[in-house]
């Protein structure tokens, strides 16, 4: 996909920012080779599955949001459904669960990533499968080095892989311990399942995209499927303390393929629009929030939100998020998107906004559409509950003994020189949520989690339908041009953190470095997405950058305030592109000193 006649800087080739400088470095590598702006996605998301394993992985999901010059914003759906044999009936009545576990082979949904950007790929890209998956299994196949975060997560499920998960402990343990920061870390098996997957691909013959659909059908109804089907019929232990066999099967995942949606968008100022996916997932509640947000001061005073702006936003998120919980999902009311974002609805709900952070969930009703609500939230089970497995709540990644992730993610953004542009977030299928496939080289994910145990809600747990996801990538145009990508890691902080990070950027006039540098805070007032779906009223979570005085302000406005320390929540990225002059820019997040943007 080129468009020539655009603006071209001579020499450019494009720009790739992401949570890994290795992904990085492999997406601008695809760029310099003549490839676009997908290519270098898919090259650098495979990368990501490699070198931030604790992250995502292939057994794991993706959504992308992409736009070409001159064309609208497309969605790419890799996100896959819940088995046929995940019901309500068998997971609760059957199994006596109230909760689907955090870990384990029972949330596992049927994996997504493989065969959303083999799809992107085959529509978008010009390069071979082979040609972009070289990185990845070089890396996977000679090692990589191990980042500190990864290194610790391996650490804190040392014994549980031990004990109870052999297959993991024999791949990421070495003489029994967590390899250390800086060591060399290999996965050959994946690197073998991956080359068998080419082979089998070039096998079929005929042209490039041919050779790339025979691949995802090796996956989906072949050698991959087979394995994954009787791996999932041995029981493991859980989070919930007992061992449950999986519900997926073979056939389950040769009945999905990824699929392409329309976006939704809001029009934010002049011929300005911001994409994100649909209800389905936490998506809109961004767009719920800005919506909030058009008629409340925002202000910044030396590149640092105000007080009175963090109140603002913290008290937006609430309600935005509150009908997260009652009304997002893959069985949503139609048209209930629509009118959450609509003009009257959203005036109403700004009302709410008063001088004193709120204590309790409000959801509204849009259009006449109550809120429906499980029982654990509505009797509020999950109040005052830590809202993620470890009890700290301090950025992410956050993970458990028992392997219960909170918001354990990977983000990257891609433009290249003809203004082609992708912001995708994948994730799931982390090394912690399950235990290893030890002939594939890679576990499952446990993305069914957020579904609940009671019929008849938006997110209620279906088979064939999707959870109400967290991951949630941006894409920002003006008229046909795409101009901004981005997004962030971080479970349900993600529309969160972006919401600072656009705030800091729109309102506060902060270059995509520096808004992606200024001080950064969120709410855990609602309900977590994650096992076991804690949430704590009043808590706000902030860097102390913001600086003590508006802690103090915070604190007389009713927030319980945390001072998350100085560089700990979020982990953004983002590309633009000026379409006229075509001067492309980029910035990634210093917070751990591992995301990377890179350019030419």
Known sequence: MTSPTRPELAGTHGMVASTHWLASAAGMAVLEDDGNAFDAAVAAGFVLQVVEPHLNGPGGELPALFATPGGPVRALCGQGPVPAAATVEHFRDELGLELIPGSGLLPATVPGAWDGWLLLLRDYGTKSLEEVLRFAIGYARDGFPVVPRLSETIATVREMFRVRWPSSARLWLRDGAAPGAGTLLRNPVLARTWQRLLREGDAAGGDRCDRIDAARRAWAQGFVAEAVDRFARSPVTDSSGRSHAGVLTGQDMAEYSATYEDPVTLRTSGDGRLAKFGAWCQGPVLLQQLRLLEQLPVEYRDGIATAETVHHAVEAAKLAFADREAHYGDSADPGVLSEL?????????????????????????????????????????????????????????????????????????????????????????????????????????????????????????????????????????????????????????????????????VHGGLDLQAAIDAP????????????????????????????????????????????????????????????ETGMLRGAANARGAQGYAVGR
């Open 341 to 505: 974002l609509g003009a009257d609805y959203t005036a109403a709900r700004r009302e709410l906004i008063g001088r004193h952070a709120a204590e309790t969930l409000r959801p509204g009703t849009p259009g006449g559409h109550a809120p429906r609500l499980p029982e654990y939230v509505s009797e509020a089970r999950g109040a005052g509950l830590p809202p993620d497995p470890s009890g700290v709540g301090l950025g992410e990644p956050t993970v458990s003994p028992n392997g219960d992730s909170k918001g354990d993610t990977v983000h990257l953004d891609v433009v290249d020189r003809w203004g082609n542009m992708v912001s995708a977030t994948p994730s799931g299928g982390w090394l912690q949520s399950s235990p290893v496939i030890e002939e594939l080289g890679f576990c499952l994910g446990t993305r069914a989690q957020m579904c609940w145990l009671r019929e008849g809600l938006p997110n209620s747990l279906v088979p064939g339908r999707r959870p109400r996801s967290t991951l949630s990538p941006s894409l920002f145009t003006r008229g046909d041009e795409p101009v901004l990508a981005f997004g962030t890691p971080g479970g349900d902080q993600q529309d969160q953190w972006q919401l600072c990070f656009w705030l800091a950027h």
């Open 520 to 579: 950064a805070w969120h709410t855990t007032a609602f309900p977590a997405s994650f096992y076991p779906r804690g949430w704590q009223p009043r808590r706000v979570l902030a860097e102390s950058r913001l600086g003590e005085a508006t802690f103090e302000r915070l604190r007389r406005l009713g927030h319980e305030v945390t001072d998350a320390g100085p560089w700990s929540l979020g982990r953004l990225s983002a590309v633009g592109r000026d379409p």
